[in-house]
């Protein structure tokens, strides 16, 4: 044996042992001082048999890809492949019994009345925006998938990660057999269509993330906003009436996040920053080549729940801070779980095994380029993602989570 094997063999049981002690320490602050928030590692030593059997997230810590006896009976008589009316919400709520299902995919005219946003602020909410959405809703005039998708009985949706991790596999026709292909940003689709499929229910973005070269943009897909900080609203207005692109204004900036602020101190220190378009952090498209009614607002609920209930990342009071902000992946899985029966992923995660590795299947960037995040926890999403995998309530096409 190798002597750090050795090593390894003593400090095990010594980590075990100090786990326990130090958990029963818990158990008695528990008892004594009700601190809720210790019941995950309560039940963890425990094995269930005293405190919580959820983790401080509220999901079930025993996870697996079961189906409880009354899912099994509901879709006892459904041949193989056939979509399973209900799947992923009521999957969803068996491991996670906070899951309410209604939250509507696009803000629609009645978005006032959505009380879980509307006193947040961006991206968490809506508040301080709502003349600009309502402005903008009633020029887009729709507010759903469209006749033929809303009407489904039980709707399909894959959601297309832009991970290296597509490359080569041949997915292509697998993804466009679902009801609904989710894109995000700029992910292409011409000349990879063997790969990542041709078909693009709606593509969900954000201003820096746009396809920014007009001819690019696929036709018959919904090009779907999600807004991240104040100024995207305003981006956004100018996008669906067509007005030239001009954000430069002191207040704008003193709105500003943050993170924003910062992301964009740094751009300008490197001389990275596009004249005019101060307040992003990249340059942005200046033109959408959609129509109105092609345009939609992501219910910036999504963000909101993936990232403080699903993820747990800081609350921060409600305002965009430090590793608080879910990457956009993981808010149009979160955004499916509500609005899909079946929710099916591709092309997510990275492997940091593999720093050689592409890290985006359109692009020969390598996944050694990606940097400590100030915005987003990659490692802390992942924890949440993995649940979803283990329980079965989303499929991985490419295993990368
Ligand atoms: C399955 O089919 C059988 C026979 O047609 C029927 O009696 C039963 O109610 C069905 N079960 C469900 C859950 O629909
Ligand atoms: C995919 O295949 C092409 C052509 O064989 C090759 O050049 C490329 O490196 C491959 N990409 C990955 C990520 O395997
Ligand atoms: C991610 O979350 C972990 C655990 O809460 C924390 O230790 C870490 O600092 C966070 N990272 C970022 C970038 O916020």
């Known amino acids: 044996m190798k002597p750090s094997h050795k090593l390894l063999f003593v400090l095990c049981p010594m980590m075990v042992l100090g786990f326990i002690y130090y958990s029963s320490g818990k158990l008695h602050l528990h008892v004594w001082g009700q601190k809720p928030q210790l019941e995950a590692d309560i039940a963890l030593t425990m094995g269930g048999i005293v405190g919580s059997v ?63 946003v509307r006193n947040y602020l961006p991206p968490f909410g809506f508040k301080t925006q709502e003349r600009i959405i309502d402005s903008i809703l009633t020029a887009t005039k729709n507010y759903g998938l469209g006749e033929d998708l809303d009407s489904l009985g039980c709707k399909r949706c ?10 080569n596999k041949s997915l292509g026709s697998r993804i466009d057999d679902y009801d609904v292909v989710v894109r995000l940003n700029e992910a292409p689709v011409t000349g990879f269509g063997k790969d990542v499929g041709t078909k693009t229910t709606m593509r969900i973005t ?20 999600s807004a991240f900080k104040p100024l995207d609203f305003k981006w956004l207005r100018q996008m669906v009436f067509k007005e030239k692109l001009s954000l430069l204004k002191r207040e704008d900036l003193e709105i500003e996040s943050e993170a924003g602020r910062r992301e964009e101190a740094r751009k300008v220190s490197e001389g990275k920053s596009e004249r005019g378009t101060e307040g992003f952090w990249k340059s942005v498209a200046h033109y959408v080549p959609r129509e109105p009614t092609e345009m939609r607002i992501l219910n910036p609920y999504f963000i909101q729940e993936a990232a403080f209930q699903f993820i747990g990342l800081p609350l921060n009071n409600g305002l965009m801070g430090k590793g608080n902000i879910p990457t956009l992946g993981t808010v ?70």
């Open 332 to 401: 149009a899985i979160t955004m499916a779980l509500h609005n899909c029966d079946e929710v099916v992923v591709a092309g997510f995660g990275y492997d940091m095994n593999t720093p050689h590795a592409p890290l985006h299947y359109y692009e020969t960037v390598k996944m050694s380029a990606i940097k400590e995040s100030w915005t987003h926890n990659i490692s802390k999403e992942k924890e949440f993602l993995r649940k979803l995998v283990k329980a079965n309530i989303i499929t991985d096409l490419t295993n990368g989570i």
């Open 158 to 167: 894959i959601i297309v990660g832009n991970g290296g991790i597509l490359a």
């Open 54 to 116: 959820y983790d401080k997230e509220g999901f079930l810590l025993k996870l697996d890809g079961q189906l409880p006896a009354e899912l099994a009976y509901k879709y006892s008589n459904l041949s193989e492949g056939v979509c399973k009316p209900g799947y992923a919400a009521a999957k969803m709520t068996t491991i996670y019994p906070k899951f309410m299902k209604p939250a509507p995919m696009f803000l629609d005219r009645n978005f006032k009345r959505l009380a879980k």
């Open 206 to 225: 954000y201003p820096e993330g746009a396809i920014q070269k007009p001819e690019r943009y696929e036709k018959d897909s919904l090009f779907v906003f």
